[in-house]
């Protein structure tokens, strides 16, 4: 699975979610920005945060610096302050089916490279794929849509 972190769910409010979770916060909160984090199970939320929180049956470990949560516990502790220092909520997920996306890398459909927690967390969403792209060295102009080998 992969979510999709550049793509704002601009309809959607994380006040206005947690309130039709039932989810009691003060009126002054961070804010959490909430995507689209892809096309499957629009209804389901994954939070991925900085490795700083941790629930103990809950939470997965995606590298040194990211962990992934999708309990209402997380969206509990975020409202109060008290979850993790860096997150983002997505709606939904990207899927794909056994072997799938290790064909797509092997025909070269996927540029590969690390994430860094300012790219993910910081970064303006209109630029984070620029931003990626800049960190591998790579002029987006010199890319073409069809894949192959040289």
């Known amino acids: 699975m992969g979510l999709i972190v550049n793509k704002p769910a ?11 979770l039932e989810i009691e916060a003060p009126e002054e909160m961070r804010p ?12 389901r939320g994954f ?3 900085s490795s700083d929180y941790n629930q103990q049956d809950s939470t997965m470990q ?5 962990a992934m949560t999708a ?3 997380i969206l509990e502790d975020i409202a109060m302050g008290e979850g993790p220092t860096d997150a983002l909520l997505a709606m939904g997920y990207a899927g794909w089916g056994p072997g799938q996306l290790e064909d797509e890398i ?14 993910v967390f910081g970064s303006e969403d209109g630029s984070k794929w620029q931003s990626a792209l800049k960190k591998m060295g790579i ?4 890319l073409s849509a069809e894949g192959g080998r040289a």
């Open 62 to 66: 995606v590298g040194e610096a990211f």
């Open 32 to 43: 959490i920005r909430i995507h689209v984090g892809g096309p499957v199970e629009f209804g």
């Open 47 to 49: 939070v991925l945060h």
């Open 106 to 119: 092997v025909r070269n459909g996927w540029l590969i490279g690390d994430a860094s927690e300012a790219l």
């Open 71 to 73: 309990t209402l516990d």
């Open 10 to 20: 601009d309809d959607l409010k994380f006040a206005d979610l947690l309130k039709q």
């Open 139 to 142: 002029n987006p102009l010199l």
